[in-house]
Protein backbone atom coordinates (compact mmCIF):
# COMPACT_ATOMS: atom_id res chain seq x y z
CA UNK A 1 0.00 0.00 0.00
CA UNK A 2 1.41 3.61 -0.55
CA UNK A 3 1.51 5.73 2.12
CA UNK A 4 -0.77 8.88 2.05
CA UNK A 5 1.62 11.92 0.58
CA UNK A 6 -1.45 14.73 2.01
CA UNK A 7 -0.04 16.97 4.64
CA UNK A 8 -2.66 18.36 6.38
CA UNK A 9 -1.05 21.91 6.57
CA UNK A 10 0.02 21.54 2.62
CA UNK A 11 -1.34 24.16 0.54
CA UNK A 12 -2.20 21.26 -2.00
CA UNK A 13 -4.48 20.01 0.47
CA UNK A 14 -6.81 23.13 1.21
CA UNK A 15 -6.53 24.35 -3.02
CA UNK A 16 -7.77 20.02 -3.42
CA UNK A 17 -9.75 19.01 -0.69
CA UNK A 18 -13.56 20.29 0.35
CA UNK A 19 -14.34 21.33 3.49
CA UNK A 20 -17.66 20.20 4.42
CA UNK A 21 -19.63 22.39 6.68
CA UNK A 22 -23.00 22.73 8.68
CA UNK A 23 -25.62 24.75 6.35
CA UNK A 24 -25.60 28.32 6.69
CA UNK A 25 -22.36 28.27 8.83
CA UNK A 26 -20.17 28.84 5.06
CA UNK A 27 -19.31 32.69 6.02
CA UNK A 28 -18.09 31.74 9.38
CA UNK A 29 -15.72 29.20 7.96
CA UNK A 30 -14.39 31.64 5.29
CA UNK A 31 -13.27 34.25 8.14
CA UNK A 32 -12.04 32.15 10.73
CA UNK A 33 -8.36 30.16 10.23
CA UNK A 34 -7.09 27.98 9.43
CA UNK A 35 -10.62 27.11 8.03
CA UNK A 36 -10.25 30.41 5.78
CA UNK A 37 -7.35 28.46 3.96
CA UNK A 38 -9.47 26.14 2.42
CA UNK A 39 -10.52 27.01 -1.64
CA UNK A 40 -14.04 24.53 -1.42
CA UNK A 41 -16.01 25.04 1.67
CA UNK A 42 -19.59 23.14 1.01
CA UNK A 43 -22.34 23.32 2.70
CA UNK A 44 -24.69 20.50 3.65
CA UNK A 45 -27.98 20.16 5.42
CA UNK A 46 -28.43 18.39 8.97
CA UNK A 47 -30.54 15.81 7.60
CA UNK A 48 -27.49 14.50 5.26
CA UNK A 49 -25.78 11.24 5.67
CA UNK A 50 -26.76 8.23 7.02
CA UNK A 51 -30.86 7.96 5.18
CA UNK A 52 -31.69 4.24 5.61
CA UNK A 53 -29.93 1.13 7.21
CA UNK A 54 -30.32 -2.28 6.60
CA UNK A 55 -30.21 -5.37 8.93
CA UNK A 56 -28.93 -8.47 6.48
CA UNK A 57 -28.81 -11.94 8.34
CA UNK A 58 -25.50 -13.66 8.18
CA UNK A 59 -25.04 -17.41 7.50
CA UNK A 60 -24.16 -18.65 11.38
CA UNK A 61 -22.53 -21.60 9.69
CA UNK A 62 -20.22 -19.56 7.84
CA UNK A 63 -17.05 -18.45 9.77
CA UNK A 64 -16.81 -15.16 10.77
CA UNK A 65 -13.64 -12.33 11.07
CA UNK A 66 -14.72 -8.91 12.48
CA UNK A 67 -12.45 -5.73 12.31
CA UNK A 68 -12.18 -2.12 13.58
CA UNK A 69 -12.79 0.82 10.91
CA UNK A 70 -8.92 0.20 10.50
CA UNK A 71 -9.11 -2.67 9.27
CA UNK A 72 -7.45 -4.29 12.34
CA UNK A 73 -9.11 -8.29 13.03
CA UNK A 74 -10.53 -8.38 16.04
CA UNK A 75 -12.00 -12.00 16.24
CA UNK A 76 -14.98 -13.61 15.49
CA UNK A 77 -17.15 -12.91 18.13
CA UNK A 78 -19.23 -9.75 17.72
CA UNK A 79 -21.75 -9.91 20.65
CA UNK A 80 -18.13 -9.89 22.60
CA UNK A 81 -17.56 -6.33 21.32
CA UNK A 82 -18.71 -2.84 22.74
CA UNK A 83 -21.24 -0.87 20.66
CA UNK A 84 -19.88 0.49 17.84
CA UNK A 85 -19.41 0.05 13.65
CA UNK A 86 -17.54 -3.11 12.37
CA UNK A 87 -16.33 -4.39 9.33
CA UNK A 88 -17.50 -8.25 9.46
CA UNK A 89 -16.61 -10.76 6.60
CA UNK A 90 -18.15 -14.03 5.66
CA UNK A 91 -16.31 -15.14 3.28
CA UNK A 92 -16.30 -12.99 0.20
CA UNK A 93 -18.97 -10.98 1.79
CA UNK A 94 -17.73 -8.10 3.28
CA UNK A 95 -20.82 -5.99 5.63
CA UNK A 96 -20.89 -2.93 8.01
CA UNK A 97 -22.63 -3.58 10.96
CA UNK A 98 -23.40 -1.34 13.70
CA UNK A 99 -24.03 -3.04 16.89
Excluded: C
Excluded at 34 to 42: A, D, E, M, T, Y
Excluded at 70 to 85: K, M, Q
Aim: overall charge negative.
Amino acid sequence: MQPNNWDITSDKVYQNVPLYVPEGSAELYRNKFPWNKFVNIKEFAAGDGVETVSIDALDPSAPVEVYDLHGRRLGSDLGALPSGIYLVKQGSRLSKVAR
